[in-house]
Structure formats: C-alpha cells, structure tokens
C-alpha cells in the first residue's frame, strides 16, 4: 500500500471510505472551497491522485484475504436454529445445516478463487441464457 499519503489525503480517504461524499470528504479534509461544485471537483482530483488499487481500499477497509476467508469458512459452516413449541411455549430447539448459506457461499468462494465465472447470453430473438462456466485457468 502507498505509504506516501499526505495528511490531506489520508483524511480525505478516511471520510470518503466511512460513506461521505466527494465533497463532504474534501471539506473534512481541510479543502477551502466556495461552493459544493469546487468541493466536488477537488475530492475528484484527490481521489485521482490518491490511485488506490482494489486490493488496497479493501486492506484500508479491513477486509484483508484472511478477513474475507474467515467469513467464507464461517458461512460455509452456517446453521439455522429451529425453535418447537408446546401450547405457546418454547419446549426444544434444534440445529440444522442451512444450507442455502452454505450454498452461496460455496458460490462465493468459487467466485473469489476464479473457478466460477458467470456468462449472461442474448440470443438474436431475445431469448436470455444465463450460465455459470468454470473459469479458465490463467
């Protein structure tokens, strides 16, 4: 990751990845502007300069590989609690795989790994096909 943010810059990404606009991040960042447009045009130009990849936003976010699949393992082993009652009255429960849960996230990880990629088709007489393809591998 770039180390090399200003301080300016490094408050500008803090407000603009906890959900504030373009604008609210660069007057949070110490931007002097006169109206919204200028605001917004500077937090543009500060997001360009600051050139983050994909890989580095999510790190910054806390979403490091091993974040992402501590979760993955945790959806692949999903359960769904199932509560009997008796005249209004809670008398058992029970554990169950949930496996839609466990599903997607199967599908998930697929994904994240490369092994599925999903192919969406239209065909000339509007017919739509969709399919999911194992990936080609790189």
Known sequence: MKCSLALKERRFLEAYLSGKSVAESAMYAGSKAKDNNSLKVIGHRMLTNINLSLDETLDLCGLSDE????????????????????????????????????????????????????????????????????????
Not at 75 to 101: C, Q
């Open 67 to 138: 974040v992402i699949a501590r979760t993955l393992k945790d959806g692949l082993e999903a359960e769904r609690t199932h509560f009997a009652t008796f005249e209004g009255k809670f008398t058992d429960e029970r554990k169950t795989p949930d496996n839609s849960a466990r599903l997607k996230a199967t599908e998930l990880l697929g994904k994240f790994k490369g092994y599925l990629v999903e192919r969406h088709e239209v065909k000339a007489d509007g017919e739509i096909t969709f399919s999911i393809k194992p990936a080609t591998p790189a």
